[in-house]
Nanobody, 120 residues
């Protein structure tokens, strides 16, 4: 089983930046991608970005393209980051990562998430 810890959230103003981290421990399947997802109050959890462990292929939701950057720590091989720039109020949500992301959906364990709040 995989244990996930998301961190780096906080309160920022519109246009600001945050860098989220996802630290994973346990049995990680390298054939899957690790994805970031978010859930705003009253809404369903949605896909944000993903990166494959093999090949480093990257995918983004249209709503964050050009503003968010997903990356991984190749040295540690168990940490994935989400650099969020030009933040908007609509980016406000709890952000989660998932190490078994397939076709923009998370199938593995979920962490506790990290809150991102963007003020207008």
């Amino acid at each position: 089983q995989v244990h996930l810890v998301e961190s780096g959230g906080g309160l920022v103003q519109t246009g600001g930046s945050l860098r989220l981290s996802c630290a994973a421990s346990g049995r990680i399947f390298s054939s899957f991608a690790t994805g970031w997802f978010r859930q705003a109050p009253g809404k369903e959890r949605e896909f944000v970005a993903a990166i494959t462990w093999k090949g480093g292929r990257i995918y983004y939701a249209d709503s964050v393209k050009g503003r968010f950057t997903i990356s991984r720590d190749n040295a540690k091989n168990t940490t994935v980051y989400l650099q969020m720039d030009s933040l908007k109020p609509e980016d406000t949500a709890v952000y989660y990562c998932n190490t078994e992301t397939i076709n923009y959906r998370g199938f593995g364990s979920w962490g506790q998430g990290t809150q991102v709040t963007v003020s207008s």
